[in-house]
């Protein structure tokens, strides 16, 4: 996908709302492949979510009931036995015979929890009674996210903190779903990967542009002013000239104004004498 591409030409006739409609539609051919399938991909995770709780989910709580029956039922048996002990005075037991029952309860009772906790059914709120019921590994919001790691599930194994099928029919379709989840998921990956690529391309070669289009407008200011100096100089230095100009013709007529009114002065004087004489 390029977005810089210009796209088919369009006609002089046509009009404003016909010429963004095509635009739009270029556009959308454009985008809608890459979003497609990151939707297919996020459909073909639901599914196979649907697929997996519907078959793991009830064998989860097949497990969970049986883990916990296994291990009250110890329990059970370990009271029953010590209250027995208890209320039979005439048989009573030395200390050695005491702690040997107590070893004994206490090994079967650490394997079928470890056993327990290493398929992930129960937990300690389950064997304390501090849940309703809940604590369920398939979940449906859960398993999606799990999907997603679904590469790395081929080679696990229950346990170790990884949710993997525990059914022969839930890792058939592990197998199955990986088949095409996994060329799937590598094609979106490449799809969004070549997307942000170009996308990236196409913001740098705008910023180019942009860029390229400042430049110029800074160049064409530039000799805008660059011109219109030098039209402001010749008219500074004619208004300097014209101002001397001005300011000495002003300063000669000045002059001469004084000297015609010394010489008329001194006419009136001699006429003065003459009359007085």
């Given at each position: 996908?390029?977005?810089?591409?210009?796209?088919?030409?369009?006609?002089d006739?046509?009009?404003?709302?016909?010429?963004?409609?095509?635009?739009?539609?270029?556009?959308?051919?454009?985008?809608?492949?890459?979003?497609?399938?990151?939707?297919?991909?996020?459909?073909?995770?639901?599914?196979?979510?649907?697929?997996?709780?519907?078959?793991?989910?009830?064998?989860?709580?097949?497990?969970?009931?049986?883990?916990?029956?296994?291990?009250?039922g110890?329990?059970?048996?370990?009271?029953?036995?010590?209250?027995?002990?208890?209320?039979?005075?005439?048989?009573?037991?030395?200390?050695?015979a005491?702690?040997?029952?107590?070893?004994?309860?206490?090994?079967?009772?650490v394997?079928?929890?470890?056993?327990?906790?290493?398929n992930?059914?129960?937990?300690?709120?389950?064997?304390?009674?501090?849940?309703?019921?809940?604590?369920?590994?398939?979940?449906?919001?859960?398993?999606?996210f799990?999907?997603?790691?679904?590469?790395?599930?081929?080679?696990?194994?229950?346990?170790?903190?990884?949710?993997?099928?525990?059914?022969?029919?839930?890792?058939?379709?592990?197998?199955?779903?990986?088949?095409?989840?996994?060329?799937?998921?590598?094609?979106?990956?490449a799809?969004?990967?070549?997307?942000?690529?170009?996308?990236?391309?196409?913001?740098?070669?705008?910023?180019?542009?942009?860029?390229?289009?400042?430049?110029?407008?800074?160049?064409?200011?530039?000799?805008?002013?660059?011109?219109?100096?030098?039209?402001?100089?010749?008219?500074?230095?004619?208004?300097?000239?014209?101002a001397?100009?001005?300011?000495?013709?002003?300063?000669?007529?000045?002059?001469?104004?004084?000297?015609?009114?010394?010489?008329?002065?001194?006419?009136?004087?001699?006429?003065?004498?003459?009359?007085?004489?």
């Amino acid at each position: 996908m390029d977005l810089t591409a210009s796209g088919p030409p369009i006609s002089d006739d046509e009009t404003d709302l016909e010429t963004r409609d095509r635009k739009y539609i270029i556009y959308a051919k454009r985008i809608l492949p890459h979003v497609g399938l990151v939707c297919l991909l996020f459909a073909y995770l639901l599914i196979g979510a649907t697929i997996f709780h519907a078959i793991e989910g009830p064998n989860e709580l097949v497990q969970r009931d049986y883990e916990l029956r296994t291990i009250f039922g110890l329990r059970d048996d370990f009271q029953d036995h010590i209250w027995n002990i208890t209320q039979d005075v005439d048989n009573r037991i030395s200390r050695e015979a005491f702690n040997s029952i107590n070893q004994e309860y206490f090994e079967q009772l650490v394997k079928n929890i470890f056993v327990s906790y290493r398929n992930q059914f129960i937990n300690e709120n389950h064997l304390l009674n501090k849940t309703r019921g809940g604590g369920l590994l398939w979940t449906y919001p859960n398993n999606p996210f799990k999907k997603v790691s679904l590469p790395d599930h081929l080679n696990e194994f229950p346990g170790y903190g990884n949710l993997v099928p525990t059914t022969t029919s839930g890792r058939v379709a592990c197998i199955i779903f990986a088949l095409f989840g996994i060329p799937l998921l590598l094609v979106t990956i490449a799809d969004i990967g070549k997307f942000l690529s170009e996308f990236l391309s196409f913001l740098y070669k705008s910023y180019r542009a942009f860029k390229r289009k400042v430049s110029s407008l800074k160049n064409i200011f530039g000799l805008f002013f660059f011109f219109r100096s030098c039209m402001c100089l010749p008219t500074y230095y004619l208004q300097e000239a014209l101002a001397t100009i001005t300011l000495n013709f002003s300063n000669k007529v000045i002059g001469l104004t004084v000297d015609i009114s010394v010489d008329r002065e001194s006419e009136k004087q001699l006429i003065r004498c003459g009359e007085a004489c």
